[in-house]
């Protein structure tokens, strides 16, 4: 997942447990928005070398990881706000598949 910002930088936390996320200063807010990860579903951010502003989910179901990306997603909705003018948000960028370990 991808994140994206015109107006103002978006911030995340995410503890060494990678079992939730924190977003903040989306469009500007003071308030942090907490999503918690599935069981089974953990999530980190890409090394900062290659990408900045990417986040990786990872886990076992498809679903569970698919609606912790839904769950995140929901909470950088813009709102009443036209979207076309307002791009910020965290969008999925790729979906792929991690070739197992032999």
């Given at each position: 997942m991808k994140?994206?910002?015109a107006h103002f930088p978006i911030?995340?936390?995410?503890?060494?447990t990678g079992d939730e996320i924190a977003v903040k200063?989306?469009?500007?807010?003071?308030?942090?928005?907490l999503?918690?990860?599935l069981p089974g579903v953990k999530v980190k951010l890409e090394d900062p070398n290659i990408a900045k502003n990417e986040?990786?989910?990872?886990?076992n179901d498809k679903a569970a990881v698919s609606l912790c990306c839904?769950?995140?997603?929901?909470v950088c909705s813009v709102g009443t706000k036209d979207e076309r003018k307002f791009l910020?948000?965290?969008f999925v960028s790729k979906r792929e598949l991690?070739?197992?370990k032999e």
């Amino acid at each position: 997942m991808k994140l994206v910002h015109a107006h103002f930088p978006i911030n995340v936390a995410i503890p060494k447990t990678g079992d939730e996320i924190a977003v903040k200063n989306f469009l500007g807010g003071k308030e942090d928005k907490l999503i918690k990860m599935l069981p089974g579903v953990k999530v980190k951010l890409e090394d900062p070398n290659i990408a900045k502003n990417e986040l990786i989910l990872e886990g076992n179901d498809k679903a569970a990881v698919s609606l912790c990306c839904a769950k995140i997603c929901n909470v950088c909705s813009v709102g009443t706000k036209d979207e076309r003018k307002f791009l910020d948000g965290i969008f999925v960028s790729k979906r792929e598949l991690i070739e197992p370990k032999e």
